[in-house]
């Protein structure tokens, strides 16, 4: 079987991001959805949008996010609404706020998720754009465009209920119902294959290494990054392309690769990606490519 092609731009530039898109040889069509990360208030890692205008801008994008499940700037949406336009994203493009109108449940029929429950404006987009801050993170290890599809595209009550394994939706009950680690590294998993079926296919994705912190962008007070900026990957494979900057770090000669690496390993975090690759998510399998 063909391995997966994975395009690697070592210069972070918006013109770089935009052929990232180009690259992979299908154009979006319709109303598209660009999945980031908004931003924790108080972190400054997340991407920028001075890096994504040319892309938002080239595919004539929608920027869409979900609340969180945790206390803080982005659990309530008029908070939300208001960090995201203080991070600078109005400016670039409109701002979809999915879950704002409620959720809707889509199947994912796996060992921990029955369901996934997910910002009810998903159903508003013909394709999504999955754009994420490849970073390290506190509960799975890392996070690249696996995390952002699983949890980023999830509700309030989706993102408790991925991170409880199926436990429970309501998210007071979040902390007293986490669940044995790789069950939870299972349901982000299961939940992206779950959002890929539900899109039929029609996702793109790309991971920005830049600002490579331990920490998530959800922590309004993140470590600051530990390792120099790597570059610009894109992929149809969303397994390969994790893969691929998880590859890059343990590959790297960088001073601070051991502490990034504590990280994911202190979570067994790579056990995301055989999982991923079991349910058919994607391979781990892939050719990668240098661009520049």
């Not at 400054?44 to 945790?70: F, M, Q, S």
């Not at 400016?91 to 999915?98: E, R, S, T």
């Not at 490579?212 to 610009?232: Q, R, T, Y």
Request: hydrophobic share 35%; aromatic share 8%.
């Amino acid at each position: 079987m063909e391995k997966a092609k994975v395009y690697f731009y070592k210069k972070i530039t918006p013109e770089n991001l935009v052929k990232a898109y180009e690259v992979l040889g299908v154009e979006l069509t319709g109303k598209v959805g660009i999945k980031i990360s908004t931003g924790e208030p108080g972190g400054h890692n997340y991407l920028k949008p001075e890096l994504l205008k040319n892309l938002v801008d080239k595919v004539n994008g929608t920027i869409v996010e979900c609340c969180t499940a945790y206390a803080g700037r982005r659990m309530k949406l008029e908070d939300h609404l208001q960090a995201v336009k203080e991070h600078g994203f109005t400016d670039i493009a409109d701002v979809d706020i999915m879950d704002a109108d409620g959720d809707f449940e889509i199947p994912v029929g796996g060992k921990n998720l029955d369901v996934d429950i997910v910002g009810n404006h998903l159903k508003n987009y013909d394709a999504i754009l999955n754009v994420a801050h490849f970073k390290g993170h506190a509960m799975g290890g890392f996070g690249g465009v696996i995390k952002n599809q699983s949890i980023g595209i999830a509700s309030t009550a989706g993102k408790t209920y991925i991170h409880t394994a199926g436990k429970t939706r309501n998210a007071p009950e979040l902390w007293d119902n986490l669940p044995e680690q790789n069950a939870f590294l299972e349901s982000m998993a299961e939940a992206a294959k779950g959002v890929a079926d539900y899109m039929k296919g029609k996702i793109l994705y790309i991971d920005v290494m830049n600002n490579l912190s331990v920490d998530c962008d959800c922590d309004s007070n993140p470590e600051a990054p530990c390792m120099k900026d790597i570059g610009i990957l894109s992929s149809l494979d969303p397994v390969a392309l994790d893969q691929a900057c998880i590859d890059l770090i343990w590959n790297s000669e960088d001073e601070g690769r051991p502490h990034f690496q504590e990280r994911v390993e202190r979570q067994n975090g790579r056990y995301i990606l055989p999982y991923a690759e079991s349910i058919g998510l994607g391979s781990r399998e892939y050719e990668l490519i240098e661009m520049d």
